[in-house]
T-cell receptor, first 116, second 110 residues
């Protein structure tokens, strides 16, 4: 099946710094990528939907200036957490769908972000 | 937008017993309902799904039922095994965004 990778798998950063997380579809062209945030023992909360070449659509309550999403190509989307604070510590997961099979969502392995 | 509710939040069963997890959704435009299993610190894995034109689907020990009129769908796991212990999420989508339930932490007691 289709494979989605994320990098890094874990990152620890200091408060006030920015962190970039990459999401790549390895063997298919992803028309849409989704970014989720997951707190311990909680559900996946959709943060934004990203289509290649267009601006991301953010869910209500998600600060677009804080969580910058770039979908520069059909195989790469990036999430940058700007001026990170301890409350941004979470598990961030991306997923991708591709043309003609928009009901099949392929998840990345997730990135554990810890802000100290 | 869509609102997906899931119950129970935690579920403990004896090995060999059945487990049932229920979800409701609000948007009648949703037409695809997947179920995911997620182990701690790992990505969700699709275990079964159902489309709105089907009432029931079964895959070995796992089955899903859908009641479109009532807007609810359920996951049934029979003959549970310790390796079934995980968090299970339901989801609903109309082919655009996916909306997830709040999750059920299933523990199968040997």
């Amino acid at each position: 099946g289709a494979v989605v990778s994320q990098h890094p798998s874990r990152v620890i950063c200091k408060s006030g710094t920015s962190v970039k997380i990459e999401c790549r579809s390895l063997d298919f062209q992803a028309t849409t990528m989704f970014w989720y945030r997951q707190f311990p023992k909680q559900s996946l909360m959709l943060m934004a939907t990203s289509n290649e070449g267009s601006k991301a659509t953010y869910e209500q309550g998600v600060e677009k200036d804080k969580f910058l999403i770039n979908h520069a190509s059909l195989t790469l989307s990036t999430l940058t957490v700007t001026s990170a604070h301890p409350e941004d510590s979470s598990f961030y997961i991306c997923s991708a769908t591709f043309r003609g099979r928009t009901y099949e969502q392929y998840f990345g392995p997730g990135t554990r972000l810890t802000v100290t | 937008g869509e609102n997906v509710e899931q119950h129970p939040s935690t579920l403990s069963v004896q090995e060999g017993d059945s487990a049932v997890i229920k979800c409701t959704y609000s948007d009648s435009a949703s037409n695809y309902f997947p179920w995911y299993k997620q182990e701690l610190g790992k990505r969700p894995q699709l275990i079964i799904d159902i489309r709105s034109n089907v009432g029931e689907k079964k895959d070995q020990r796992i089955a899903v039922t859908l009641n479109k009129t009532a807007k609810h769908f359920s996951l049934h796991i029979t003959e549970t095994q310790p390796e079934d212990s995980a968090v299970y999420f339901c989801a609903a989508t109309n082919g655009n965004q996916f909306y997830f339930g709040t999750g059920t932490s299933l523990t199968v007691i040997p």
